[in-house]
């Protein structure tokens, strides 16, 4: 005989109810696993965030640090010129000839001129290490005629550290009157022991004293030049560096009158170069120019 069952635990059913319970719990565990994934996610994005902002800032930390050391860099190169420029000037106020220069270790080049006479004639130049030419052109036109200048093109080697002096030489002959035609002639000479001195004729027939005469550059100037500097005033592009530019005007007492234009420009091997203290006159004026800093105070012009 079968002994009624005892257990006091209800036999549960399965009900419409019980089924719907179990989805909407299903429904809630999936939700609440995917809000924490998310969040998860969310926060793992965020970290990646914050450490790549942290890397960020090390890096603007780290350049805005280095352009400090630029700077520095920069304010010291700009002094450090301006010494040399000081020193450089002091030489030439102690010498009077060529052989009384030494040799010039800066970067810097410097060239004064002297008037002699009615006339500026007389370059002295004190140059850095590296090899420069000398290019003069002498051009001549005859006053109120439509007939095409002549042109005279010369060129020199030059060699840093050394010191020069270029002159034009139109000394009356002894004996001679003062308005006699004399022999104009170019001469250069070098305190470097292998520089073999120019001396030459520069036209066949022999010339009066000029009636006038005129230069663009400044009597007693004592500009102090890196090598192939551009100008600031952006006018002349031309490579080197503009040391004299004169016109002489002569009246031959049977010839036409007729003017002599002599522009003297150092190139040196090298780029062209931007002082640093007028960086801002090339970078953001009108003819903007890409540069780039290459120490002792100097801006590569790039284009």
């Known amino acids: 005989m079968t002994e009624p069952n005892t257990d006091p635990t209800p036999i549960r059913r399965w009900t419409p109810f019980s089924a719907l319970r179990l989805v909407i719990f299903s429904i809630t565990c999936v939700c609440l696993i995917t809000v924490f994934v998310n969040d998860r996610s969310a926060k793992g994005l965020l970290d990646r965030q914050v450490a790549a902002q942290r890397d960020e800032t090390k890096l603007v930390s780290s350049k805005r640090e280095q352009l400090r050391d630029k700077e520095r860099e920069l304010d010291k190169a700009i002094n450090d010129a301006k010494q040399q420029g000081d020193q450089l000037k002091t030489v030439f ?3 009077s000839d060529v052989d009384d220069f030494w040799q010039n270790d800066a970067a810097l080049g410097v060239f004064t001129l002297e008037q002699k006479g009615n006339m500026n004639d007389l370059v002295r130049l004190l140059l850095p290490s590296g090899v ?3 290019q003069i052109e002498i051009e001549r036109s005859v006053k109120d005629s439509d007939a095409p200048k002549q042109t005279t093109q010369l060129t020199y ?38 520089f073999q001195s120019i001396e030459r004729s520069l036209f066949p027939e022999r010339l009066p004293p000029p009636t ?10 004592i500009p102090v030049f890196f090598p192939n500097q551009m100008p600031n005033d952006h006018e002349d592009e031309t490579d080197g560096v503009l040391i004299n530019r004169m016109s002489w005007s002569f009246k031959p007492p049977d010839a036409e009158a007729f003017t002599l234009t002599f522009t003297m ?29 290459i120490g002792k105070g100097r801006y590569e012009v790039l284009q």
């Open 212 to 221: 006038t005469s005129s230069t663009s550059m400044i009597e007693g100037r």
């Open 93 to 95: 106020q102690y010498a």
């Open 265 to 293: 420009r150092l190139e040196s091997d090298g780029p062209r170069i931007v002082p640093a203290e007028n960086q801002s006159l090339f970078r953001y004026g009108v003819n903007k120019k890409e540069m780039k800093y």
């Open 132 to 134: 420069h030419k000398l």
């Open 157 to 194: 080697d030059l060699h840093g550290t050394h010191a020069y002096e270029i002159a034009l030489v139109h000394e009356r002959a002894d004996g001679a009157d003062y308005r006699d035609p004399r022999e104009l002639k170019l001469r250069v000479t070098s305190s470097y022991p292998e």
